[in-house]
């Protein structure tokens, strides 16, 4: 893992742990890498042999530009958060919209994204990698964010990249509440909610009772958004997971053997 700081990274504990189980030889280390270093530290990498890296802040967009292949989701997300490196070429994906689907389906795996529109709450960079995974599942995106422009360009961005494929729909923040009418999915991918951030205020009133309701903050796990959803009845999905399964590919590439996500892996990455 490189990032820029990158003391908090859950990253190695996840591989570090199906390193071991799945008896695979190596080691996976988080190692920081200034902005400026990034290429020499690429290179740095590639020099020691290792098979491939995840990126976290400040990264992810600037390896775009040096990856020798993208994948289109990378592409479509603007962002790369895992390279495989082979004969010393770097080719980079997008591992991040994979693990909100996953950690969706890992709840109801028949899970219909087409049954209705997904409501996105916030417009950064999980925003863009939780929508180009619901375009890709063909489900209608109703987008609202505080900045509104921000919105605009995200929408301009993923849809052109999407082709026809991606239909969002953009909202203003005040106006929130009142789009959650015969919304399939409600979604949170603002840091609202956090511990330590103000809470994600939105009326669940008009949420249709079936809709299903996720939350991209783990901590608290059970956020006041989940909460309320749960009190009124509608399935939730709580963040963690996302972080497990985008983490999966990866392991997978590298080792050649597609990890599983366990309540046990869950509750050590949650110590
Ligand atoms: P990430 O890359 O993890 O998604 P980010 O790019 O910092 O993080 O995005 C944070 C999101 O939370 C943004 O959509 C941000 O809204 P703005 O684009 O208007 O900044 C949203 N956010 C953060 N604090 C907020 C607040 N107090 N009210 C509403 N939205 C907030």
């Known amino acids: 893992m ?8 859950k990253s190695p504990i996840i591989h570090n742990y199906w390193i071991a189980k799945y008896e695979r030889a190596g080691l996976y280390e988080a190692i920081d890498i200034a902005p400026d270093d990034l290429h020499d530290g690429v290179q740095g990498l590639i020099k020691d042999g290792y098979a491939g890296f995840n990126a976290t802040i400040p990264h992810k967009e600037a390896l775009l530009t040096l990856c020798d292949t993208l994948d289109p989701i990378a592409k479509s997300c603007g962002a790369v958060n895992t390279v495989v490196i082979r004969d010393g070429y770097l080719h980079g994906y ?3 919209a994979f693990g909100f689907l996953e950690n969706i389906r890992a709840y109801k795996p028949d899970f219909d994204f087409t049954a209705g529109p997904a409501v996105v709450l916030g417009a950064g960079g999980a925003a863009r990698a939780i929508i180009a995974g619901l375009i890709n599942e063909n489900a209608p995106i109703i987008l609202t964010n505080r900045t509104r422009e921000k919105a605009e360009i995200l929408a301009r961005e993923i849809t052109q990249n999407a082709g026809q494929g991606g239909a969002v729909t953009i909202v203003d923040w005040k106006d929130r509440h009142n789009a959650l009418s015969g919304v399939n999915v409600l979604v949170n991918t603002t840091s609202l909610g956090m511990v330590g951030q103000a809470a994600l205020e939105i009326a669940l009133d ?25 009190e009124r009845g509608h399935p939730i999905v709580t963040g963690i997971g996302m972080l497990l399964h985008q983490a999966r590919p990866g392991f997978e590439k590298w080792h050649g053997v597609m ?13």
């Open 2 to 9: 490189i990032g820029h700081p990158i003391g908090h990274s």
């Open 94 to 96: 997008n591992t991040d």
């Open 206 to 230: 008009q949420l249709p009772q079936t809709a299903l309701v996720t939350d991209i903050v783990y901590s608290p796990l059970e956020t006041d958004l989940l909460k309320r959803a749960k």
């Open 259 to 271: 990890p599983d996500v366990s309540k046990f892996l869950e509750d050590l990455v949650l110590k």
